[in-house]
C-alpha cells in the first residue's frame, strides 16, 4: 500500500460558465496535457462532487464553485479511470482504474492498493462500479466481485460467482430492503443473501431465472424500496425493469433510448440516457427531462443527485455540468484540453504546440481517426475539428503538421489517404490533390484520390516540402501557389513518412524497410537550387558499410542537432552522422554508435531499445523517447545521461513515447506516449546572440519556495556569477542554451539569506555583458 500526501492545485475561481486555464510552470515540474470534456463518473461528497475522466479527478466546491485538477502529477497512482464513488460514512473517495488499480483519498492523503492490479488474474481485471455497504466497497470487476475494508485499507475478500466459481463479468450490485444482493452482469443477474457467511462460496450465489437468464444488465440502483435495472437490447432501445416483493416487471416508459447510469438518493431517481437525462421523485412520478444544457445537447454517460436539489452530470463531451432543479439553470466546468489522447506527432512554433491525432500502424496502413488538429498556446486549446470545420468530416488520419515560419496563422496539415490540407485562422481553406498540385495518389492503389501525406517541412526560404508515399513523385515543393515536383527512381517500391530538413538544406525521408525495399531513409539534395531539377541528387540508405552503417532496419526518428550532426532512431537505438555533408561527396558520411559506459561495461548508447523520438533542446541536449523505456535526457554529445523518466519515477504517462515537441522559449518539453500527452519544464532555453530582456524567475523569490531560479534571455552557453550586493561571490553558473539556473543556494550550499543579489552575465569571450537583480525573502 502506497501513501502519497497532495495539495490540490486551485486552477480557477467561481462564475458560472467556468474555463481552466493552463498555468505557467516551474523548472522541474510536470504538466498534462490531457482532455477533461470526457466525464465518465460523478460522485457527491457532501460540500464538494468529485467527477472523473479517464485521467484525472475534478473536484469542485459547491460553495464557490472552485475547482481542484487530481491528476497522476498530484499523486494518482495511475491513468485509465473507470469509475469512483464516495463514501460519506468513512469520507474516502474510491478511484478504480481500468487495469484494476485503487487509489483512496482519505483527508487529502493518496493510498494506493494495487493487490488486484498485482494478482496474475486471466482474464478481464476492469474495476465497472462501486458500490458501498457501510464502509466496504464492492467492486464489480471483470471476473468477479472484491470486497475493499476502508477502515483497513486492504483487501477484504474476492467472490467467483459464476457456475463452479467461473468468472463472470460483473457491471454493478445493489442490496435491497431484504438483505438480497442482486450483482448484474453480461449474462443475466445472480443473487445472493448479505448476511450470509460465506458470499465467498460460489454455490451461495445463483442466477435469478425470474428474468432474463442470458441478457446483459449494465447499470442497477435500489431506490423507494424497489430494485431498478436495465436490461441492455441493442443501440437503440433498452428495457427497465423493477423487482419488489419477489416480483420483476418491466417498467414501461415514454423513451427506450439507450440506458447509461442508473443513480439515486433518498428523493431523486435519476436515469441518464444516450441523449437526454430524466428525473423522478421517490413516488416514481415524473419530474424533470434534460435534453439540452443552454448550450450544447447532452451525451451523459453519469447523473448523480445531491441532497440540495443539484444534479451533478457527467458528459462525453461537455465535461461537467451541474443542473438546479429550482432554478431551471446550469453551471458548466469546462476544462480547456484536446479533444482527445491520440498524438501521433508533436509540433512547435514558438510557443504554440500543434498535435496531430491520426496515425499509422507498423505497416504504414491508416487507423481511420477523424482529422483533427490539437493546438495549444501555452494558455488555453483551440481545437480544430468537424463542429467548427465541417469538410473535416469527410477526412481522416492527419499524421504531420508545418506551420509557416512567416506566418503562424497559416498551417499544413498531412492526411494519410486525403492529401495536404491548408488551415489559416484555424478554418480549413484549401485541400491540395493530383487536381491542383504536384502531388500523386498512391501507385498500387487504383484510387486516384488516395494521396498519403507522411511528412511536411519548411525550408529556411520559407518554401513548404511535402512527402507523399508510394510513387516516383513523392517529393514536392511549395513556394507560394506555385508547385514543383520531383521524381525520384524507384520511390514507388516504399511508403514514405517523415521529412527533416538537415542545416545543408538535404531532405532526409523515412522509408518503410520491406522484402521489397531494402533501405531505411532517403536523403534528397537540389543543391540549395530547387527551381532546377538538372543538379538534383538522391541516394537511399540502410544498415550498409559504406551505404549509412545504420544501426537496424526501421528508422523511427530523425533530427539535426546545433551542430549540423543528424541524429537518427532505430528498433536497435541510436546513430549519428557527424558529417551529412559528406553524402553526395564521394568522402565518408557512415553513422556512427555512441559507445557508453554502464556498470562497468562498454556498450551502444541505448542498444536494443526501439527509439520513436529525438528531440534536441536549447543546449544541444538529446532528448530521447523509447518505445517500452520512457524518455531519456542525454548530454550534447549522449555519453551522459542526465534524466531517465518512467511511469514509475515520474508523472510520465507511459513508458510507450512516440514523439517529442520542445518549446525552446519556456523550456517545457512534451512528450506524446499511448496516454496522452504531459510535459516536463526543463532546464534550457534557446539561446541569443546578444542579451535580450533578461530577467530572472521567479523574483522575488519567497519564503518557502525551494525550486530552481531561472536568469532567462542570456546569449547561448554564457557565463554567470551571483554575488551579494557587496560584491561577494555567491555562487557560479553557465547557461543551457539561453537560460542559467540557481538553486537559491551559496557555494557551501546554505540558502542564500535574505536580501538582494546582484547576477553578472558575460559572453563565452566576454564582449557583452550585462547586470540584473534578485530579490531573496527568507
Not at 464513488?85 to 481500468?98: D, E
Not at 484536446?338 to 498524438?343: C, D, E, G, K
Not at 488538429?373 to 499524421?399: C, E, K, R, S
Not at 556569477?721 to 553557465?734: P, Q, R, W, Y
Request: charged share 20%; aromatic share 12%.
Amino acid at each position: 500500500m502506497k501513501l502519497i500526501s497532495f495539495y490540490f492545485v486551485l486552477l480557477f475561481s467561481f462564475s458560472v460558465f467556468i474555463r481552466l486555464h493552463a498555468q505557467q510552470i516551474a523548472i522541474g515540474q510536470w504538466r498534462d496535457e490531457l482532455p477533461y470534456a470526457l466525464c465518465n463518473s460523478v460522485a457527491d461528497a457532501d460540500d464538494r462532487v468529485y467527477c472523473s475522466t479517464p485521467y484525472a479527478v475534478l473536484s469542485v466546491i459547491k460553495e464557490d464553485h472552485s475547482v481542484t485538477r487530481i491528476t497522476k502529477i498530484t499523486g494518482l497512482s495511475d491513468v485509465g479511470i473507470s469509475c469512483i464513488n464516495y463514501n460519506k460514512t468513512n469520507q474516502t473517495l474510491v478511484i478504480a482504474y481500468t487495469n484494476a488499480n485503487i487509489d483512496l483519498i482519505k483527508n487529502n492523503v493518496i493510498i494506493n492498493i494495487s493487490d488486484i492490479k498485482r494478482k496474475p488474474i486471466l482474464g478481464n481485471k476492469t474495476i465497472n462500479s462501486i458500490y458501498f455497504i457501510g464502509t466496504n466497497a464492492y467492486l464489480s470487476c471483470g471476473f468477479g466481485i472484491v470486497v475493499l475494508d476502508l477502515e483497513k485499507e486492504e483487501i477484504k475478500d474476492t467472490y467467483y460467482i459464476g457456475r463452479s466459481g467461473a468468472q463472470v463479468n460483473v457491471l454493478g450490485l445493489t442490496k435491497d430492503h431484504n438483505d438480497s444482493l442482486f450483482a448484474i452482469t453480461e449474462k443475466g443477474i445472480y443473487k445472493a443473501y448479505f448476511k450470509d457467511p460465506n458470499l465467498a462460496n460460489f454455490n451461495n450465489w445463483s442466477k435469478d431465472i425470474r428474468i432474463d437468464t442470458s441478457a446483459t444488465y449494465n447499470t442497477i440502483t435500489y431506490f423507494g424500496e424497489t430494485v431498478i435495472v436495465n436490461k441492455r437490447k441493442n443501440s437503440s432501445s433498452d428495457t427497465l425493469y423493477t423487482y419488489n416483493d419477489g416480483i420483476w416487471k418491466k417498467w414501461d416508459q415514454e423513451k427506450y433510448n439507450p440506458v447509461m447510469k442508473l443513480e439515486s438518493n433518498s428523493s431523486y431517481l435519476v436515469i441518464s440516457y444516450q441523449n437526454y437525462i430524466r428525473i423522478y421523485d421517490s413516488a416514481f412520478l415524473f419530474l424533470y427531462q434534460i435534453s439540452n444544457y443552454f448550450p450544447g445537447g447532452p451525451v451523459p454517460l453519469d447523473a448523480v443527485p445531491d441532497d440540495n436539489n443539484f444534479f451533478w452530470i457527467g458528459d462525453t463531451y461537455a465535461g461537467m455540468v451541474a443542473f438546479d432543479i429550482k432554478q431551471n439553470t446550469f453551471n458548466h466546468y469546462n476544462l480547456s484540453g484536446p479533444l482527445t489522447v491520440n498524438a501521433f506527432f508533436l509540433t512547435i512554433k514558438d510557443n504554440d504546440l500543434y498535435i496531430a491525432p491520426g496515425g499509422l500502424n507498423s505497416s504504414y496502413v491508416w487507423l481511420f481517426t477523424r482529422a483533427q488538429i490539437y493546438h495549444f498556446d501555452n494558455t488555453n486549446w483551440n481545437n480544430i475539428y468537424g463542429a467548427n470545420n465541417p469538410q473535416l468530416y469527410n477526412y481522416h488520419d492527419i499524421v504531420t503538421i508545418a506551420v509557416d515560419p512567416f506566418d503562424s496563422k497559416r498551417l499544413y496539415a498531412g492526411t494519410w489517404g486525403n492529401g495536404l490540407l491548408e488551415f489559416y485562422n484555424n478554418q480549413l481553406v484549401n485541400r491540395y490533390t493530383e487536381k491542383n498540385s504536384t502531388l500523386h495518389h498512391h501507385a498500387y492503389d487504383p484510387d486516384t484520390a488516395d494521396i498519403r501525406v507522411g511528412g511536411l517541412a519548411f525550408d529556411p526560404s520559407g518554401n513548404l516540402w511535402v512527402v507523399n508515399t508510394a510513387n516516383n513523385n513523392c517529393l514536392s515543393m511549395k513556394k507560394g501557389d506555385r508547385w514543383t515536383g520531383f521524381n525520384i527512381p524507384k520511390a514507388n517500391e516504399s511508403d514514405m513518412g517523415q521529412l527533416m530538413i538537415d542545416s545543408y538544406g538535404q531532405k532526409w525521408i523515412q522509408m518503410r524497410y520491406t522484402n521489397l525495399n531494402p533501405y531505411s531513409i532517403l536523403v534528397f539534395s537540389d543543391n540549395g537550387t530547387p527551381d532546377n531539377t538538372g543538379d538534383d541528387h538522391s541516394i537511399k540508405l540502410n544498415s550498409a558499410v559504406g551505404n549509412g552503417n545504420i544501426p537496424g532496419n526501421i528508422v523511427y526518428a530523425m533530427t539535426t542537432d546545433k551542430n549540423g550532426e543528424v541524429w537518427v532512431g532505430t528498433e536497435d537505438g541510436v546513430a549519428v552522422f557527424y558529417s551529412p555533408e559528406n553524402i553526395f561527396t564521394g568522402q565518408d558520411f557512415d553513422a556512427q554508435r555512441i559507445l557508453v559506459e554502464q556498470d562497468g561495461y562498454v556498450q551502444y548508447l541505448l542498444e536494443n531499445e526501439l527509439v520513436n523520438a529525438i528531440a534536441i533542446d536549447g543546449a544541444n541536449r538529446k532528448w530521447i523517447g523509447t518505445d517500452r523505456g520512457g524518455v531519456f535526457l542525454f548530454s550534447e554529445d549522449g555519453t551522459k545521461q542526465i534524466y531517465h523518466f518512467t511511469v514509475e519515477n515520474s508523472p510520465l504517462l507511459s513508458n510507450r513515447v512516440t514523439s517529442i515537441a520542445i518549446n525552446n522559449i519556456t523550456g517545457e518539453v512534451y512528450f506524446a506516449t499511448d496516454n496522452g500527452v504531459i510535459s516536463f519544464k526543463g532546464t534550457a532555453t534557446e539561446g541569443g546572440e546578444t542579451f535580450e530582456n533578461v530577467y530572472a524567475y521567479p523574483n522575488p523569490v519567497r519564503e518557502g519556495y525551494d525550486g530552481y531560479i531561472a536568469i532567462k534571455g542570456l546569449v547561448t552557453n554564457a557565463q554567470v556569477k551571483i554575488t551579494d550586493i557587496n560584491g561577494n561571490l555567491v555562487n557560479t553558473a553557465k547557461a543551457e542554451g539561453g537560460q542559467a539556473i540557481w538553486d537559491g543556494k551559496n557555494l557551501n550550499g546554505k540558502r542564500a539569506r535574505t536580501g538582494v543579489y546582484l547576477v553578472f552575465a558575460a559572453t563565452e569571450d566576454g564582449s557583452e555583458k550585462i547586470v540584473t537583480k534578485i530579490l531573496i525573502i527568507n
